[in-house]
């Protein structure tokens, strides 16, 4: 006889609070020319940043995602025992164990948490953040503590002049929990292995111990292939998001995509054919691309800046390595 097993009772889920931990140390366009061949208007022109953030030595992936895990809880209104779980999203993590999100609960006091990290390079924190709504949704946990956090300058030679006025380091998070009515769409994801040459490392850690002549392990950016994919790809996967979602262009409060430079940001939006009334995160024009701490750090600053309505709806989209995206429509933080 086959028993009969007890299930959790499901819940619909929803972002509760958000928080960002931006390091101490902004970077000028002519001190990053310091380093690369280019000029701090070539670099306007191009990407649209004008400063970004670099982390000191005392802000480690650690020390900024806690910094924004707290101000997620604090914003949310969760004492860390009430976490079930934490989720970490990074590519610039150099220790390979424990894992980051593990250490992170330790340091926020999130005793009766469980912790993982994930790889999807800019598109973490959209895929962490579908992970996490169906974690609440399936009735697994209550609460759930998404970060994105990168030191992008550990593993961008600074002396690249293809990416290195792009890349900087913070972290930012989200709360998400259970609710009465649904709060985060269904996720579009997708990943295309046959595009990995769009970004890669130059070397593996594998290949450097054995021959420290090598480069060091740096990541590596063919720009106009990765623009071409992902005007081809995050469109239409944007909009697949809008429909599952059940809403349409000019039902949205925000636009928050990744924020790889304001000019694939502006694209997207044009594409999209969002209505003037949408407010379109240009984060990336003071904080540069900071990996999958990029679009938590936008919301925060958006919510901020009063740029959006609480409660109101975010379409959300990251892209990056692999070459991979993931996206979703979520309701901003605020309103219940």
Not at 22 to 43: F, G, L
Not at 224 to 247: C, D, H
Request: aromatic share 6%; proline share 6%; hydrophobic share 45%.
């Amino acid at each position: 006889m086959t028993p009969t097993l007890q299930a959790a009772e499901p819940s619909h889920a929803r972002v509760l609070g958000v928080g960002a931990y931006r390091p101490r140390r902004v970077v000028t366009n002519p001190e990053v020319c310091a380093h690369i061949d280019s000029t701090p208007e070539w670099i306007e022109s191009r990407s649209g940043i004008r400063t970004r953030r670099f982390a000191g030595p005392d802000e480690t992936l650690c020390a900024m995602a806690v910094s924004a895990g707290k101000a997620a809880l604090a914003d949310a209104g969760i004492d860390p025992d009430q976490l079930d779980c934490v989720i970490v999203a990074s590519m610039s993590n150099l220790v390979q164990t424990p894992p980051l999100s593990v250490l992170v609960a330790d340091e926020l006091g999130a005793r009766n948490s469980a912790g993982f990290d994930l790889s999807a390079a800019c598109a973490g924190f959209c895929h962490a953040l579908a992970v996490a709504g169906d974690l609440v949704r399936a009735g697994s946990a209550r609460q759930v503590l998404v970060i994105g956090a990168e030191r992008m300058t550990d593993i961008v030679d600074r002396t690249d002049r293809t990416i290195a006025f792009m890349f900087a380091d913070g972290a930012g998070a989200a709360v998400v929990g259970s609710s009465a009515e649904p709060g985060i769409g269904p996720v579009v994801r997708w990943a295309d292995g046959r595009s990995r040459g769009g970004l890669y490392m130059n070397t593996t850690w594998a290949q450097f111990r054995d021959d420290p002549t090598l480069e060091w392990p740096a990541m590596k950016m063919d720009g106009q292939r990765v623009f071409r994919w992902v005007v081809e790809n995050a469109v239409p996967a944007a909009k697949e998001a809008l429909r599952r979602a059940g809403i349409g262009v000019g039902d949205l409060a925000a636009f928050i995509p990744h924020q790889a430079n304001v000019r694939m940001i502006e694209v997207l939006a044009d594409r999209l054919g969002l209505p003037a009334a949408v407010a379109v995160s240009r984060d990336v024009v003071t904080a540069g691309n900071t990996s999958a701490a990029s679009i938590p750090l936008a919301m925060r600053a958006m919510l901020d800046a009063g740029a959006a309505e609480p409660g109101g709806a975010a379409l959300l989209i990251g892209f990056g390595a692999g070459l991979n995206y993931a996206g979703q429509v979520a309701l901003l933080p605020g309103r219940s």
